[in-house]
């Protein structure tokens, strides 16, 4: 074997295995989380979704009834975390060489879409009742919104006694305390209702819970989106990070790095890096791997390192100069030593 072949086998498979196996490194949700907590939030959360509904015609106030549909985006954010938590507890196998992590970025963006299309149907009715504001009940409404403060308190409570490390379950979390706020708006609304007559509060009350649905939506459309087309995560800049690793001595080019998600809060990234002649492959991978680690979080990483006198060998085009990247079709920029465009 090469001096070429064997740094280019040994730094593809250590940067492989560097990038699989470093101490605290979880892949996806954690493990540990705690589904009984979780359990518990649910079942809380959907009885009393059931009864809002029902209250909610009864009534006849639209905000208790798209409180309860906001309530329904939690109950699917915690479904989601324990459907997370049994699918990270599988190894990949087969085809699926990350196993089914992704289908988690599947239900968010289905989760996403359902919202915002619930938000455009609220929306109408409510605008149609400001026009045209039917009776409401607002003791009712009053009633229940305090209660629906409380089980999201509750909700909350039972979360945040779960391992919020794991993002679904920071997520879930995050969902209730959007939506109790929703619920605080409908008591205003129900109070309002109540001691003036002012039937069109119910319809506005709405409308502010419309607005947390569309934010909430499209967050989740934008970044499982970002996640599929392999986008670089929203907090990472992949020429910053270029720039940041071959000013790494004795690195003198990177190029072919891609960074990507593989699924909520798991990074991963892969380059081909270019060494001085006298340089240790072997060495600048474990210094890359650790810099990686320590500055970015991205822990997955797959870099082969070669040296910078190998591009000598590679066939290009007629009259190619020195100054070429080392593979002939590059993917991407070519980050070198000193000024150069991005």
Known sequence: MSGHDHDHALGHDHGHAG???????????????????LALALGLIGAFMA?????????????????AAHMLTDAVSIVLALIAMRLAARPARGGFTYGLKRAEILSAQANGLTLLLLAVWLAYEAVRRLVDPPPVEGGLVLVTALAGIVVNVAAAWCISRANRSSLAVEGAYQHILNDLFAFIGTAVAGLIVLTTGFRQADAIATLVVVVLMVKAGYGLVRESGRIFLEAAPAHVDPDAVGDRLVGHPPVTEVHDLHIWTITSGQAALSAHVLVEPAGDCHAVRRDLERLLAKEYGITHTTLQVDHVQDSLLTVGRAGQDAGDPHCADAHGPVHRQGPHDH
């Open 19 to 37: 990038g699989h196996d470093h101490g605290g490194h979880a892949h996806g949700v954690a493990a540990d989380a705690d589904r009984r907590w």
């Open 51 to 67: 009864l809002e509904v029902v209250i909610g015609v009864m009534a006849h106030s639209l905000a208790l009834i798209s409180d």
